[in-house]
């Protein structure tokens, strides 16, 4: 989600040009940009951070998707999908997006080699003999576990929320108490004040 809203333009730059495929999804410009931009923040964020640089913004938090009190991870899959995403995890980003670009974009492997270059991509033809390592399970790319919009909604840990109300409320019964007992005139509660208890016996305290 954070990187697809970071993808998606907000002015009117001037980008590279890709030409609209003949096959594959879409050949629409508007949707080659925008996956360009995807592919391209995709690639960025995985990148290692370096000590004597500036992060990119596609390397900094995601700010978005955020729900307080709740946390929103993808849905599981089957042992298919499972399987499918532990081989994935195992290949590089340009790896990575040389196969979901075969297989959800269904683009021929000079459209994949030409996304991936203007990504950024240096050898894009060792991304795509990455690709051939990984079984052609296309179909599974299409399961709600490799959907980035399809998110589940879980409430963050009950009993921990509840100890920490507890404590806040007890915290601020403590300090009403306080500042109820700084607040009193005089002297307070001492021997010679007016409020002190009878068996003081003063005179403040008799009248």
């Known amino acids: ?11 009117r730059t001037t980008t590279a040009v890709i030409p609209a495929q003949s096959t594959g999804r879409e ?13 391209r923040t ?13 992060p990119r913004r596609s390397q900094l938090p995601p700010l978005l998707p955020h729900v307080r009190g709740l946390k929103l991870f993808p849905r599981s899959g089957g042992a298919d999908e499972l399987a499918l995403d532990q081989r994935l995890s195992a290949l590089s ?22 996304v ?6 240096a050898d894009a ?7 051939d390592g990984v079984p ?10 490799f959907d980035p919009c399809s ?33 009193l005139p005089g002297d307070g509660w001492g021997p010679d004040g007016a409020a002190a208890p009878p068996y003081a016996r003063n005179p403040a305290a008799e009248a």
């Open 27 to 39: 050949v629409d410009p508007g949707y080659a940009l925008v996956r360009l931009r995807v592919v």
């Open 93 to 114: 980003g340009a790896g990575r997006a040389a196969y979901v670009l075969r297989g959800l974009e269904r683009l021929p492997d000079d459209g994949v080699r030409q």
């Open 125 to 131: 033809d060792a991304a795509l003999r990455e690709a």
């Open 151 to 183: 998110l589940q909604a879980r409430p963050t840990d009950l009993l921990r929320r509840r100890q920490h109300t507890k404590a806040a409320l007890v915290a601020g019964a403590a300090l009403v108490v306080c500042g109820a007992l700084l607040g």
């Open 1 to 11: 989600h954070a990187l697809t809203q970071r993808a998606l333009p907000r002015n």
């Open 42 to 54: 995709a690639l960025e964020a995985g990148l290692p951070l370096r000590r004597r640089a500036w």
């Open 136 to 145: 052609g399970q296309y179909g599974l790319l299409g399961s709600p576990e």
């Open 116 to 121: 991936l270059t203007a990504a950024g991509v």
